[in-house]
């Protein structure tokens, strides 16, 4: 391309020479992806003839009857709600504590920023180590506290080893909670604070009818992120309980990666993602429109 | 004495110097004996004394000379090619990719490419490898439940060996292959599926020291192992326990040691219909046994497979377990674990009754040493075959599975000479590495070895619906060993039905 011709597309007005890039590789990484995977739930991979077959609709179909994506579905809500709601209520808790000049804190908050650069498997393997019935720590104090008989195996009861993973997720995913709260605390205005205050209201009164209100918005970003993230859990449930015992802990991702990558359904699986997709982008477009949220 | 054995006999006996178990005199004395003075060997006594255990290892690992020499000669119009291969993590593919296969590429100027991954991957990788024909991967690592799969898509080594007589490693005998793992393992109908590269097998492995103690015999059936199992844990718990499983739920290590229950309790998974029958009555009687057992094995058996297992003997937390031999030379590594030297190795638990394979299905081989064996073949797809066939006879040919095994940390050879071979013989003794118990895998191998069956569903039946239902009877959600079985066939139903 001559000089000249590059020059004229720089100082055009145009936006597409721009945008060009970015949309290029939207359409390769995300478009195209997104239009295989609609195109591959209508098919399944056929190993003894080493292709794709066309199969209708029936992995819908499949899906729809599958007591195992219904059970999965169940315990990724459980796991989405019960995880937000903590790390919503402890990161509040902990940035209100942590918004103030004291000494030490600001070693404290860069403390707790440590935990966001730990790969989720690796905190995985932490936990499970410490949820270890002979040797692990928590079991250990659960029995000392008489909460847990001694020797209980957290992760191996069915009706423990969800709450197993979730101490892992809320441990690390807190403070990402708490670093985006206390970023909002700190651009609040203080002239509202110092009206209330005049006028008596209490701390909770601030907090309740001033704070609240003022960080919606910042709460609300904080939940579409975090939400997005926990409804697609995998890292934590494939590495210390892989999905178990039984079905306890099985998520929709770690279905979709089964069926995908062990038994090379690879149409089911395809089919497992998009519902979970869609599902997604159908919680966050509700909340968005529900809790105002502009970007 | 040739060559070889004498080098043999020295490596063994400078072993035995270096640990202490000879005197300086006795080893100088045997040293000239075989030609080898000590200033001849580098060696400098009192400072030095562990460079010569070293030096000499490492000359001894070295290949044979005339397998060498034959790479040099066939390897020449290849040079310059590159071979790749898709592989699970196991000891022989670990020993090539990190210390052997160096050997093969001096001599041949072929370069190997060997990618390591876990087993659902490899699966991956070769499934859209033969679909896209595009021969990726020159060779295959075919999991032994896979053969019938991929039976069609590699060679025949026979075939390979006929046709080509030219790259045919001379000596490379392939009916040194143990005849069981022919068939267990890399044989489909009648064609040979690639060579026994691999062959991980349950054996017997318990705490001499604690069954003495006790005086307690080395279970020779499956009652015994649970009475001895019981008497540990109540002697010794809840420090020691009896037995260790691997039952993670949902994970294929449940259903490797269901399995080995089931065919020891005379049960199947399949009978000659086709038909799931782990919920007859013998499989019934092999869950109430496993459930028996469970009762006496540490808290968090529930949460462990093979490494949780293994961990649990190693750690002096249990005092058994029927599992992979290739724990055993782990076990014996005094620097990794507590118990060097205590474990002793034995064949499985006799079975109470066992079904012939011919009233079972899909291929299906009872015996109570569930194997888990893979092998090694060439793609049809691959764009060079004749390179990848000098590379699969030298990787199974018996001087490269010597090393291997010698490398790999005892893990067990897939031909019969190599058991006998002098270089593995030597590291007999306890220590890590240790090949001790090889005779105790070789005849498991020969008359105990189980084989799961082989049909395209059994990735699916054998990595989630068998370990998930039995997950769940273990975490209680089922009434009754019979209840959960029946839900488990009834699923299996399912999968087969597509």
């Not at chain 2, 799969?149 to 080594?157: A, E, G, R």
């Not at chain 2, 318990?206 to 199992?229: H, M, Q, V």
């Not at chain 2, 005779?439 to 990735?459: F, N």
Request: glycine content about 8%; proline content about 6%.
């Amino acid at each position: 391309m001559a000089v000249a011709q590059v020059k004229r597309i720089a100082i055009s007005d145009s936006p597409w020479p721009w945008l060009l890039p970015l949309t290029a590789l939207l359409v390769v990484f995300t478009i195209y992806p997104l239009i295989y995977n609609i195109w591959l739930s209508f098919h399944e991979f056929v190993p003894k003839s080493r292709g794709l077959k066309f199969v209708g609709f029936s992995n819908w179909i499949q899906l729809w009857n599958d007591t195992r994506f219904w059970s999965a579905l169940g315990v990724t809500f459980l796991y989405f709600i019960v995880a937000l709601t903590i790390e919503i209520i402890l990161g509040m808790s902990i940035a209100l504590l942590l918004d103030a000049e004291l000494p030490g804190f600001g070693a404290l908050r860069a403390i707790l920023s440590m935990t966001l650069v730990i790969p989720p498997a690796i905190a995985g393997m932490m936990f499970l180590l410490m949820q270890d019935p002979q040797f692990g720590v928590l079991p250990y104090l659960l029995d000392q506290l008489g909460i847990l008989g001694k020797g209980t195996p957290i992760l191996a009861t069915s009706s423990l080893a969800l709450a197993g993973v979730l101490v892992a997720e809320i441990w690390q995913w807190t403070p990402f909670m708490v670093l985006i709260f206390m970023a909002g605390l700190r651009a609040l205005p203080v002239e509202p604070y110092e009206a209330a205050s005049i006028d008596g209201a209490s701390a909770f009164q601030m907090f309740r009818r001033l704070t609240l209100p003022m960080m919606s918005k910042v709460i609300a970003v904080a939940v579409l992120l975090r939400g997005i993230d926990l409804f697609r859990v995998f890292d934590y449930v494939f590495v210390m309980t892989s999905g178990g015992p039984g079905t306890s802990t099985y998520t929709v991702s770690l279905y979709a990666w089964q069926q995908t990558f062990s038994f090379l359904k690879w149409g089911y699986g395809a089919t497992l993602s998009l519902t979970s997709l869609v599902i997604i982008m159908v919680m966050a477009n509700l909340f968005i429109r529900i809790a105002k949220v502009r970007w | 004495m040739n060559e070889h054995d004498r080098k043999a006999y020295l490596a063994s006996v400078t072993d035995r110097f270096v640990r202490g178990e000879m005197d300086r005199r006795s080893f100088l004395r045997t040293a000239s004996k075989l030609g080898l003075g000590a200033t001849a060997l580098g060696m400098g006594f009192g400072n030095r004394p562990f460079m010569l255990n070293k030096a000499f290892a490492q000359e001894q690992l070295a290949p044979s000379p005339d397998v060498i020499a034959w790479l040099k000669d066939v390897g020449k119009p290849f040079a310059g090619t590159t071979l790749k291969l898709a592989t699970e993590s196991t000891p022989p593919s670990n020993a090539i990719n990190s210390q052997l296969k160096k050997y093969f590429e001096e001599a041949t100027g072929i370069k190997v490419e060997i990618e390591v991954l876990p087993l659902e991957q490899v699966l991956q990788k070769l499934t859209l490898d033969v679909a896209s024909s595009l021969g990726t991967y020159d060779l295959y690592y075919i999991d032994q439940s896979w053969s019938a799969s991929f039976s069609q898509d590699v060679f025949d080594p026979r075939e390979q060996i006929a046709a080509k007589t030219e790259l045919a490693m001379p000596n490379y005998n392939i009916d040194d292959f143990l005849p069981a793992l022919v068939d267990g393992i890399s044989k489909y109908e009648d064609r040979w599926v690639g060579v026994p590269y691999d062959i991980p097998i349950f054996i017997m492995i318990y705490r001499k020291d604690i069954y003495e103690k006790l005086g307690l015999k080395a279970p020779a059936t499956f009652d015994e192992l649970l009475t001895n199992s019981v008497a540990i844990t109540k002697e010794m718990g809840p420090t020691t326990f009896g037995y260790a499983g691997q039952m993670k739920s949902g994970h294929y290590a449940l259903e490797c040691e269901w399995t080995s229950m089931l065919w020891g309790h005379g049960g199947s998974i399949f009978n000659a219909d086709k038909k799931f029958v782990g919920n007859d009555e013998q499989g019934i009687k092999a869950l109430e046994y496993y459930t028996k057992l469970r009762e006496i094995m540490p808290p968090g058996v529930d949460g462990w497979t093979w490494d949780g297992q293994g961990q649990a003997v190693a750690q002096g937390v249990a005092a058994s377990m029927l599992s992979w031999g290739e724990f055993f030379p782990y076990f014996d590594d005094p620097t990794q674990t507590k118990v060097s030297g205590l474990c002793e190795a034995v064949i499985p638990p006799q079975p109470i009754a066992l079904r012939k394979p011919e009233e079972c299905g899909y291929g299906e081989i009872p015996g109570v040493g569930h194997q888990g064996g893979s092998s090694l073949a060439v793609s049809k797809y691959s764009k060079s075959p004749d390179a990848a066939w000098l590379f699969m006879q030298w990787a199974t040919c018996a001087d490269t599975q010597a090393l291997i095994t010698a490398l790999g940390g005892g893990t067990g050879p897939t031909r019969a000479s190599v058991y006998d071979d002098p270089r593995v013989k030597a590291n007999a003794r306890v220590g890590a590495g240790t090949t001790r118990h090889l005779p105790v895998v070789r005849e498991t191998i020969a008359k105990y070895m189980g084989s799961e069956p082989d049909l395209p569903e059994w990735a699916q039946i054998s990595s989630d619906t068998i370990p998930v239902g039995l997950g769940k009877y273990f975490a209680g959600s089922y009434g009754s060993p019979k209840e959960a079985m029946d839900d488990i066939a009834s699923q299996i139903e399912t999968v087969m039905k597509g």
